[in-house]
T-cell receptor, first 115, second 116 residues
Framework: GAVVSQHPSWVICKSGTSVKIECRSLDFQATTMFWYRQFPKQSLMLMATSNEGSKATYEQGVEKDKFLINHASLTLSTLTVTSAHPEDSSFYIC???????????FGPGTRLTVL | AQKVTQAQTEISVVEKEDVTLDCVYETRDTTYYLFWYKQPPSGELVFLIRRNSFDEQNEISGRYSWNFQKSTSSFNFTITASQVVDSAVYFCALSEAASGTYKYIFGTGTRLKVLA
C-alpha cells in the first residue's frame, strides 16, 4: 500500500521559534497533500490543501503567514509553524493523494509541544 | 453544506459484546465517498473502509461490518464480539467529488472503550 512518512514524529521547541515538519510520500507521487491539526480529544481539522508547484489553499480561520506550506515536489510537502506559541501545541497530521485515486494516505503524525 | 455527525462521544462495552458506532452525513453531491478510520492511542490513523455513493452493498470484514444506507444518510460501523484491542477513537469521514480536491471532512469521533 501507499506509505506516507512524517518527520519529526515529535518536537519540543521554545516559544517564538519556528518548526518545520516534513511529509513524504514514499512509494507514489502525491499531486495533492493535506495538512490537519488535531487538539487533544478532538477531531482532525483540515488546515490546508496543497498541490505540487502551486500555493496552498488554506481553510477559513487558518493563518497562512503563520503556517507556511510548501509542496515543491511530488513527494514532499513541508509545514513550517512560524513563531510558535504554546497554543500551537498540537498533533499535526499530513496526508497525500495520488494522481489516480481520490483516497488519502495518512502520515503517522507529528506531536508539537511549544514551551 | 457537507457535514459528518458522530453523535456518540464515548461508548463503553464489556469484552465480547457487539457495538455499533453511528455516522450520519450531509452532502448535496451525488458522487461522494465515506470512510472509517481507527485512531489508537499512538495517534496514527488506521484505514478501515471506503465506500462510494454508488455502492450501497454492506461490507463484512472479520468482526467488522458496515451498513451504508443512502435513504437515511448513514454509514454505521459494527464490531462483533469486541476485544480490548478495539479500544480506540473511531472517525467517520466524507469526501465529495465536487470539492475538486476530495478533501475529507471528519466527524467528531467516537471513543470506544472495551473493558476486559
Amino acid at each position: 500500500g501507499a506509505v506516507v512518512s512524517q518527520h519529526p514524529s515529535w518536537v519540543i521547541c521554545k516559544s517564538g521559534t519556528s518548526v518545520k515538519i516534513e511529509c513524504r510520500s514514499l512509494d507514489f507521487q502525491a499531486t495533492t497533500m493535506f495538512w490537519y491539526r488535531q487538539f487533544p480529544k478532538q477531531s482532525l481539522m483540515l488546515m490546508a490543501t496543497s498541490n505540487e508547484g502551486s500555493k496552498a489553499t488554506y481553510e477559513q480561520g487558518v493563518e497562512k503567514d503563520k503556517f507556511l506550506i510548501n509542496h515543491a515536489s511530488l513527494t514532499l510537502s513541508t509545514l513550517t509553524v512560524t513563531s510558535a506559541h504554546p497554543e500551537d501545541s498540537s498533533f499535526y497530521i499530513c496526508s497525500a493523494r495520488g494522481q489516480v485515486s481520490n483516497e488519502q494516505f495518512f502520515g503517522p503524525g507529528t506531536r508539537l509541544t511549544v514551551l | 453544506a457537507q457535514k459528518v455527525t458522530q453523535a456518540q462521544t464515548e461508548i463503553s462495552v464489556v469484552e465480547k459484546e457487539d457495538v455499533t458506532l453511528d455516522c450520519v452525513y450531509e452532502t448535496r453531491d451525488t458522487t461522494y465517498y465515506l470512510f472509517w478510520y481507527k485512531q489508537p492511542p499512538s495517534g496514527e490513523l488506521v484505514f478501515l473502509i471506503r465506500r462510494n455513493s454508488f455502492d450501497e452493498q454492506n461490507e463484512i470484514s472479520g468482526r467488522y461490518s458496515w451498513n451504508f444506507q443512502k435513504s437515511t444518510s448513514s454509514f454505521n460501523f459494527t464490531i462483533t464480539a469486541s476485544q480490548v484491542v478495539d479500544s480506540a477513537v473511531y472517525f467517520c469521514a466524507l469526501s465529495e467529488a465536487a470539492s475538486g480536491t476530495y478533501k475529507y471532512i471528519f466527524g467528531t469521533g467516537t471513543r470506544l472503550k472495551v473493558l476486559a
